[in-house]
């Protein structure tokens, strides 16, 4: 079956998730049941520390030291959840630098994921299907199968995006020229933290770090509907990323 690679790369693209982070105009990044039925074990949606945790004096650095020693923490564990809220788009997945597993709900419809070394599998539901297929101008995906590809492939490359595995391979800091302020050690879901802010126009978006424990960034609060929300948690856990069963078709190359 011939596919033409233009249409094969709008469909692509029009999935992909921009890999913005941080900035206020950002990206979008599923469902909380899902990162089991996908491959994975569903962690606990605590961010608490132990209650052992000692404070770890991160307050005493400057709001860029705080931001970028709370990214590279968490890059340091591992692995974690990462839930992203944005609009009508939510996330759910368990990351590692090289697995991934969950599920993304957009408008359009939701997909699950899972990513293991250099293979990515991607299920999209039949919203999803109905409108690659249209863009494609053929039946080419089915809802029924998982599709198997590699990143090379752009429609998995889109599919895998949205796990921003770049996390643990390069995790994020803030230019020098940024303009951000720390607040002073508050308590966010139960866990003390202290606030790194941005504002720009009107509108900011604020940085949790763990203020005992380790410095983990585990929150990102914005004001704006069309601004990302996240929360992270579990770090460390395992990911098991796994084959998935059922039906399984390889992607359409072009």
Not at 153 to 161: D, E, I, Q, V
Request: with cysteine; glycine share 10%; charged share 20%.
């Amino acid at each position: 079956m011939h596919t033409s690679v233009v249409s094969l790369r709008r469909a692509a693209a029009a999935l992909a998730c921009s890999a913005a982070m941080v900035s206020l105009a950002a990206c979008n990044s599923g469902d909380t049941d899902a990162v089991g039925s996908a491959g994975g074990s569903t962690p606990s949606k605590s961010t608490e520390a132990s209650p052992a945790a000692q404070p770890n004096g991160i307050e005493k650095l400057s709001a860029k030291e705080i931001y970028d020693s709370g990214h590279k923490t968490n890059a340091g564990a591992g692995s974690f959840r990462e839930q992203m809220t944005r609009g009508d788009t939510k996330t759910d997945l368990l990351l590692s630098a090289t697995e991934c597993v969950g599920t993304v709900k957009m408008s359009k419809g939701t997909f699950q994921i899972i990513r293991k070394g250099n293979d990515v599998w991607a299920k999209p539901d039949s919203a999803i299907v109905k409108e690659f297929n249209s863009e494609l101008g053929s039946n080419t995906l089915s809802a029924d199968k998982w599709l198997h590809g590699t990143p090379s492939n752009p429609l998995m490359k889109g599919f895998a995006s949205w796990c921003h595995q770049e996390q643990f391979t390069a995790p994020d800091t803030l230019d020098a020229g940024n303009k951000v302020t720390k607040g002073k050690v508050t308590t966010v879901d139960g866990q003390q933290a202290v606030p790194v802010i941005m504002t720009a126009k009107g509108e900011s978006v604020t940085w949790y770090v763990a203020a005992t424990g380790k410095p983990y960034y585990f929150k990102q609060d914005s004001s704006r509907e069309d601004m990302q929300d996240m929360v992270y948690s579990d770090f460390g856990k395992p990911v098991g990323a796994q084959v998935p069963s059922g039906p399984v078709a390889e992607a359409p190359k072009e």
